[in-house]
DNA sequence: GCCAATCATGAATATTCTTGATGCATGGAC
DNA sequence: GTCCATGCATCAAGAATATTCATGATTGGC
């Protein structure tokens, strides 16, 4: 079965061969004894590619699961007798900063030296989809006031507030506190329309009845840091984030946004990981 | 895990080697090997009994999905093909009359003689709940007019009303059609109260505002026709039902009460050998 | 204290998987 | 069109794994 992932993964026997660490023949043996069982061919081989059959496609997901479960079963053990072992995988907001990450990722290391941890930056939705389904662990995510996040697990992590975030040279980056109404001409830069950082600050413009014009929707926090540095765009961002910014002037704003950012994890069936992370998580929040 | 799953359900090396055709040693070495690999005990031998260690208890339920995956995915694939194969779980609720369940189950062995058919008895929300929880793969149940069941697959098989069965000596016998109110003083045999044929009487009496005493619960079929060819108690069985009753008088009620008859199965995943049932049975219904 | 049942152990055997060498088909370069 | 590079299949041999057989050790019940 791994095989059969890894060819359908790779398209080729040879790369998946590789990447088992066996040589090519091997995989053809045991993908031919395979079919030879099942009556049935997994994979249409012409010389240049090899792609699934119907047979294939029905096959690869439930050979994807057992494999996960026998991989689970092996860290459930491990747990059970102290040692957490596995992967975790990890999703974070781009702009956490309830916690300094690398830190913890440090320190998750340190106390579990067996456990493989994968990270990855995605939004909040995607994150909550995919602890639900099971292919996220842990989620950092960022929350506006009042939203609330249902079957998942949660720990509450941090409180922050929006901040106007703008070049030094920027004429209002003098004021000691800015209200929306006095952004509202300027060029913003903000998150992709879909996410969860968006939609706090659309919702923090609206709730105060404000027309702005978002210039620069980004994906990437170091090109939305270039664009308010050189003047080009100014943006609302978490104040604590945009504090740890070299080259901005962060200005409370006069309406108050608060923000939420927290920690969610599967809530029926956290793996040995996950459960362990938290813990972590915990302790090293409340010394 | 084959293993690790048959000594924990047999409790005993000894048998669990018997059920999967090999000699005891050969599990006492593979779980020794399995067991260095992992490096935790997950059995505690006592020369009387083998019980599981925490970390085995962690570990069965995974082997047990990793060795499920394995089977469907095996099924999937032969269902790819054509095949239907594996094992179909029924549950029944003991009053079906939509279908000839004997004849469908011939049909579907011959159809599909690979096919291992596992029929029980089932009261209505149990089934609900194992089709959900994907350890049930189809459910004949039985709901009252207006009753919905969310969260699987469905089809309506049948429409029927609930009537009055007496012994053939009731002196209510005679009648063409009896009201709820005329039931009120004999002595009924039901179904227990948690089981939806209950509830189905249960609401039709409070709907006539009529109360009547419930003097017998009984779980098998069998004792309540036995109760009632004797004069012992009457009942309110599905018209359908009770038709086909030895021994019996069934009297239409002048209250209508309307059941439903009705075929459940898993709404994102049913198994290949569900998926080829509901075909089945639908063709069996409408040739 | 002995018996019966049960699991563990070790060596021998059987089975399964992998390797390495080679063959065959195919798409691309010239 | 020929040649070459790439990629999967095949075969026999060897390596690794699983099972068996014979036997030992433990223990609960009589």
Chains 1, 2 share one sequence.
Not at 14 to 29: G, I, K
Not at 162 to 179: F, M, N, Q, W
Not at 261 to 267: A, F, M, T
Request: charged share 25%; with cysteine; glycine share 6%.
């Amino acid at each position: 079965m791994r095989y059969v992932v890894g060819i359908a993964e790779t398209g080729s026997f040879t790369r998946a061969a590789a990447r088992n660490f066996v040589v090519q023949s091997a995989l053809s043996h045991q993908i031919a004894a395979l079919e030879r069982e099942l009556g049935v061919q997994l994979f249409v081989r012409s010389s240049r590619q090899v792609r699934l059959t119907e047979a294939g496609e029905a096959f690869l997901p439930h050979a994807r699961a057992a494999l996960d479960a026998a991989d689970r079963a092996r860290d459930e053990a491990a747990a059970a007798q102290g040692t957490v072992r596995g992967t975790l995988r990890i999703g974070v907001i781009p702009t956490v900063t309830a916690v300094d990450l690398p830190a913890v990722l440090r320190a998750c290391r340190t106390r579990f030296p067996e456990l493989l941890l994968a990270a990855r930056v995605a939004n909040s939705e995607e994150m909550i989809a995919e602890v639900r389904a099971g292919t996220l662990d842990i989620g950092f995510l960022g929350l506006l006031d009042g939203t609330r996040v249902e079957g998942v697990a949660q720990r509450a992590l941090t409180r922050d507030t929006l901040a106007a975030t703008l070049a030094p040279e920027h004429p209002l980056a003098t004021r000691d506190r800015l209200s929306l109404a006095d952004l509202a001409e300027e060029p913003f830069a903000d998150f992709p329309r879909t996410s969860a950082g968006r939609k706090q600050s659309d919702a923090a413009f609206a709730r105060a009845g404000v027309e702005r014009q978002v210039a620069y929707e980004l994906g990437s926090m170091d090109l939305t840091r270039e664009l308010i540095v050189s003047g080009l765009a100014v943006a609302l961002l978490p104040s604590r984030y945009a504090a740890a910014m070299p080259g901005v002037v962060v200005v409370p704003l006069i309406e108050e946004t608060v923000r939420h950012e927290i920690l969610i994890w599967d809530r029926l069936h956290p793996s040995p990981a996950a459960r362990a992370f938290t813990e972590l998580v915990a302790e090293l929040l409340t010394p």
